[in-house]
C-alpha cells in the first residue's frame, strides 16, 4: 500500500481541499495520512464561513511525530494544497526535506492554491509569494488552474499555444509533470461546453477534452480531486499519460454524477463507482 501525506484545508460540511482528496484516492488503495491547514464550517466560496487555521507549528509536530515512531520512510509521497498562512509553506517545505531524507523516492505533488478574485477564492496574505519563492522549487509535480499558471509562469496567456509554452517553461526549472487543470477561456478554447487541460513533461505535451457540465453555481474542491487522483494513479503504477487520462475520466464521472444531483457541493461518495472504474474513457493527444 501507498501512503500520502496530505497536507491542506478540511470542510466540515462539503467537498474541499483533503475532504475532496481523500476519499477518491482511498479507493484507489492510497492510505492518506491528512494533516488540516484549516478547518472552515464550509469551503470560502459561500462568502461567510466560521473555523480557524491550523498553527504552523503543528505541521512540524505533526511530522517529527511520525518520525519519532519510525514512520516517515514510508511516506511515499507529500500533497500540499490549501495554506491558512504564509508560514505554513516553510513547515511543509521542512516536512518534504525530511521524509526525502528518509524515502528518496518520496514526491511532492505541489496544488498551488492562490488568491482568485473570479472565484471568490480566499487566500491569505503572502501565500502567492512564498508558494513560488519556496515550494515551487522544490516540487516534483504542480497542478495549476490557467490563472496560477500565468502567476507560476509570469507569462501572458493570451492563447493555447501561450499556455503550452508557459508549461514547457515550467518543466525547463526542473518540475517533472504540470497539470494545468483548467484552460478554457483561452484562444481558440471558447466553446463552453468543453473542458480542455493539458499535462506538461520532459517527454511532451499532451492535450485532453472531455465535456464540461454547465453548473448554476460551480462546485468547489475539483481541482483537489484532480491532484488527489492523479497523484494515486501515479503511485498506483501508471505512466504519465495514462495516469492522465485516467484521472480526467474519474472526475468526469465525479462531475456528472455532481450534475445530474443538481449540487453545489461535489459529489464523490454518489460517485464512488465511477471513481473505481470510470464509464468514460477520455484519450490524450500529444501535441508537442
Known amino acids: 500500500m501507498k501512503n500520502v501525506l496530505a497536507i491542506q484545508s478540511h470542510v466540515v460540511y462539503g467537498f474541499a481541499g483533503n475532504k475532496s482528496a481523500t476519499f477518491p484516492m482511498q479507493l484507489l488503495g492510497i492510505d492518506v495520512w491528512a494533516l488540516n491547514t484549516v478547518q472552515f464550517s464550509n469551503h470560502t466560496q459561500y462568502g461567510k464561513w466560521t473555523g480557524m487555521v491550523i498553527p504552523q507549528e503543528q505541521i512540524g509536530e505533526i511530522v517529527q511525530g511520525l518520525d519519532n515512531i519510525d514512520k516517515l520512510s514510508e511516506c511515499d509521497a507529500v500533497l500540499s494544497g490549501y495554506l491558512g498562512s504564509a508560514e505554513q509553506v516553510d513547515r511543509i517545505i521542512e516536512a518534504v526535506a525530511t521524509i526525502k531524507s528518509r524515502n528518496p523516492k518520496a514526491l511532492y505533488l505541489c496544488d498551488p492554491v492562490m488568491p482568485n478574485a473570479e472565484k471568490v477564492c480566499v487566500v491569505a496574505n503572502g501565500v502567492r509569494e512564498s508558494l513560488i519563492e519556496k515550494a515551487l522549487p522544490k516540487a516534483d509535480i504542480i497542478t495549476p488552474n490557467l490563472a496560477e499558471l500565468r502567476q507560476l509562469s509570469d507569462f501572458e496567456i493570451n492563447h493555447f499555444d501561450d499556455a503550452v ?35 506538461a513533461t520532459p517527454e511532451g505535451v499532451w492535450h ?81
Open 208 to 288: 485532453l477534452s472531455r465535456p464540461l457540465y454547465q453548473f448554476n453555481f460551480e462546485p468547489v474542491g475539483v481541482g483537489d480531486l484532480i491532484a488527489g487522483l492523479f497523484l494515486a494513479n501515479l503511485l498506483n503504477g501508471e505512466d504519465d499519460v495514462r495516469a492522465f487520462e485516467k484521472t480526467n475520466n474519474a472526475v468526469m464521472g465525479v462531475m456528472k454524477t455532481t450534475f445530474e444531483l443538481k449540487s453545489y457541493e461535489l459529489q464523490p461518495i454518489a460517485a464512488r463507482f465511477e471513481i473505481l472504474n470510470p464509464s468514460a474513457d477520455y484519450k490524450a493527444v500529444k501535441i508537442a
Open 165 to 199: 509554452r508557459a508549461a514547457q517553461a515550467l518543466v525547463e526549472k526542473g518540475i517533472s509533470k504540470v497539470l494545468v487543470k483548467h484552460l478554457n477561456k483561452v484562444g481558440k478554447l471558447q466553446d463552453p461546453d468543453t473542458f480542455e487541460t493539458i499535462l
